[in-house]
């Protein structure tokens, strides 16, 4: 079956979408994102939309429902790399992305994951708690 | 207005949405659309295909290079036959949706594009059809 590749870097996943996704590709790499967070032991999801020349309202929700999973399952998510045209038309669409973080390209998506992950309250003290954390 | 160059294709799966893309896409460019503009009738079709398999029960969307004195455009027709919407005037508004979307796709489509028209009769099918002036 056709899928989207997820790579984990450290405690993040990457992913970079390339193709043009219909709708069942999009809800399997929104499936398989969710497990992949839990079986790394993901803190961070960077997702490359640089490729996407369109974004329309299945492919936004699907987005937000990243976003949304993540964050309840303790991992943040950043989107990067939107293109300008892309951007304006999702506005018009009526889709802003509640929820969602973005940054201009992958570097300073990065840097807003590691600096999510430094920062949050509590969040390198081991509180052995989640035991997601080893050092 | 006149049709300078027409074709037709099916609309009856989510594969066939992002064929619909894509030819609404080259379309666009022979037009010389500018890339926002093409962006945007672009994901107005996305949303009308989609719309077509998942309420219409598939269909067909006809795009048309069109002119109208020395404008030119593009129009794109989705046709289903399949049970209609009962309330246009709701179905047109941001967040009404009887699918589990997000109801974007017909109010959104509408934004995307010049002109905006939709016919339905109930047990008989939708006509959507935009255009969008270069």
Known sequence: MERIPILKMGEFLLVTVQVDMHDRLATTLQDDLTERIVKARAKGVLIDISSLEVIDSFIGRMLGNIAAMSRILDAQTVVVGMRPAVAITLVELGLSLPGVRTALNVERGMDLLRAALAGAPGAPADNGLDGRRQD | ?134
Do not use: C
């Not at chain 2, 945007?40 to 002119?67: C, F, M, Q």
């Open chain 2, 1 to 134: 207005m006149d049709v300078v160059k027409t074709e037709t294709h099916p609309v009856r799966g989510s594969e066939d949405v992002v064929l619909v893309r894509q030819a609404v896409r080259a379309r666009a460019v022979e037009l010389g659309f500018s890339l926002v503009d093409q962006t945007k009738i672009v994901t107005a079709a996305s949303e009308l295909a989609r719309n077509t398999v998942i309420y219409g029960g598939g269909g067909t969307v006809t795009i048309d290079a069109v002119t109208l004195g020395s404008r030119r455009g593009l129009r794109l027709t989705f046709l289903d036959e399949g049970p209609g919407i009962k309330d246009v005037e709701q179905a047109m508004k941001d967040g009404f949706t009887t699918g589990g979307g997000l109801g974007l796709g017909l109010s959104g489509a509408k934004r995307l594009s010049n002109d905006f028209e939709l016919v339905s009769t109930v047990g008989q099918g939708t006509r959507v059809t935009i255009t969008r002036w270069r």
